[in-house]
């Protein structure tokens, strides 16, 4: 009779934990905006959805963007806290992820902007972050071969050098369109700028870019 007991009273975590597995697979099925509207229906973990989506995404746009690894995550951190509070304004008629990035970028180029006052503030050497499948750059050295992983480690500090040179409101539009892969359209709306000026930033950046690193690939 105990062990009956014993075993009837186990089902209630097991049945709660495959139901929030299941619940987890649900949410994973659901665009950005299936889940947003989810969370302001009324489900917290909705939240935790957006969360696992965009936690990585933005700590690499962030971090390739100040240059600081923990002060990046402090302002992912933060991007999330203002995305929990202000998520019931977001106009769904939008992308969402042009959303999030914009409230991330706001928070980039303030730190930049802070730290250019006080010139006791330098930035960190940038560390090598870079993950295999990341968009690759267009000014790639033919020589150095994908299969290569010394030289691709080598290609990456260069560029992590490099991006840490170009001035704040050029980096900005380099890292969003050569690393992350945004449109003009949706860093346009990320920045705030018009697309002229985007692609104005943007040809400036990756002339900059090119001048500085040829010399180092020789």
């Known amino acids: 009779m105990g062990a009956k007991t014993l075993q009837h009273g186990n089902t209630v975590p097991v049945r709660e934990a495959e139901g929030a597995r299941e ?5 994973a099925s659901l665009t950005d ?14 939240f935790g959805e957006l969360v696992r989506r965009y936690d990585g995404r933005l700590l690499n746009f962030v971090y390739r963007t100040v240059g600081d690894r923990e002060r990046a995550q402090d302002l992912v951190q933060e991007t999330f806290v203002r995305v929990y509070r202000h998520l019931h304004r977001f106009d769904q008629s939008k992308k969402f992820s042009t959303w999030i990035y914009t409230i991330a970028g706001n928070l980039a180029k303030n730190e930049l902007r802070n730290r250019s006052r006080n010139p ?17 750059l267009e000014w790639e050295d033919a ?46 709306d990320i920045t705030g700028c018009n697309l002229g000026t985007v692609k104005s930033r943007l040809n400036r950046a990756r002339n900059n870019f090119a001048r500085l690193i040829a010399p180092m690939l020789d």
Do not use: M
């Open 120 to 136: 006791l503030v330098l930035f960190q050497t940038i560390k090598k972050n870079w993950e295999a499948d990341h968009r690759p």
């Open 143 to 188: 020589r150095l071969k994908p299969d290569d992983l010394y030289r691709k480690r080598h290609l990456r500090e260069l560029v992590d050098q490099v991006v840490q040179q170009l001035p704040d409101h050029h980096r900005i539009v380099f890292v969003l369109r050569e690393l992350e892969g945004k449109t003009y359209e949706e860093i346009a």
């Open 33 to 46: 905006s299936e889940v947003v509207q989810a969370f302001l229906d009324g489900d917290e973990r909705a």
């Open 23 to 27: 619940h987890r697979k649900h949410l």
